[in-house]
């Protein structure tokens, strides 16, 4: 599954550049529709879709007409349509009311006209997309509440703390050693001045 994001990265990668705007006018204009919505309005979209906007693009490029493309993308999903293998179910059949046994015969379940079909590939590319997906509005949800504010302040806090921190140390190491220099300053004095005193240099 696919949702925009993934639908415009898989075209670049594929060298359809476009952008986001001509996304959705494509999606609009030639009929093709998502698969699936979640609840915040995210659409995703299945291989065929994806497969009939590459086709789109290109008889675009063409000179085609959007009823053009939206007949020639008709044909193609009934191709695919066609390919999918028809549901079998097996009902029970009486013979006539005399006969014991009944016989089970295949029936073809034809699908409506107007419902509408489409495969759901459930695989590793699909549980990654709705990962990201989940992952991206909890982003999200997170960054436009009050705790996103909280946890950037409370994060200023420490730094600001570590500093201090560092500075403190600083300061405590250099009075340390003036300290140690006013010691020795004040016994060369006390040195001077007993040699002063008792006449020795």
Do not use: C
Request: net charge negative.
């Amino acid at each position: 599954m696919f949702n925009r994001e993934t639908i415009l990265k898989n075209l670049n990668s594929e060298n359809y550049y476009i952008d986001n705007h001509s996304l959705d006018l494509f999606l609009a204009d030639w009929k093709i529709e998502s698969i699936y919505e979640d609840e915040d309005g995210l659409e995703f979209y299945d291989d065929l879709a994806l497969e009939k906007i590459k086709k789109g693009i290109s008889l675009k490029a063409q000179g085609y007409s959007d009823e053009q493309i939206i007949t020639k993308l008709l044909r193609m999903q009934a191709r695919v349509e066609k390919l999918e293998k028809p549901v079998q179910t097996v009902q029970p059949v009486l013979v006539n009311s005399s006969s014991i046994e009944a016989q089970a015969q295949p029936v073809l379940q034809p699908e409506p006209a107007q419902q509408k079909s489409f495969t759901l590939d459930v695989s590793s590319q699909t549980l990654q997309m709705l990962a990201e997906a989940v992952a991206k509005k909890i982003s999200d949800d997170i960054t436009n509440s009050d705790m996103a504010a909280k946890l950037i302040e409370a994060g200023g806090y420490k730094k600001d703390n570590e500093i201090l921190a560092k500075q403190i140390k600083e300061l405590l190491a250099h009075n340390k050693e003036l300290s140690q220099r006013i010691e020795i300053l004040e016994n060369q004095q006390s040195k001077n001045f007993w040699a002063r005193f008792w006449g020795k240099k």
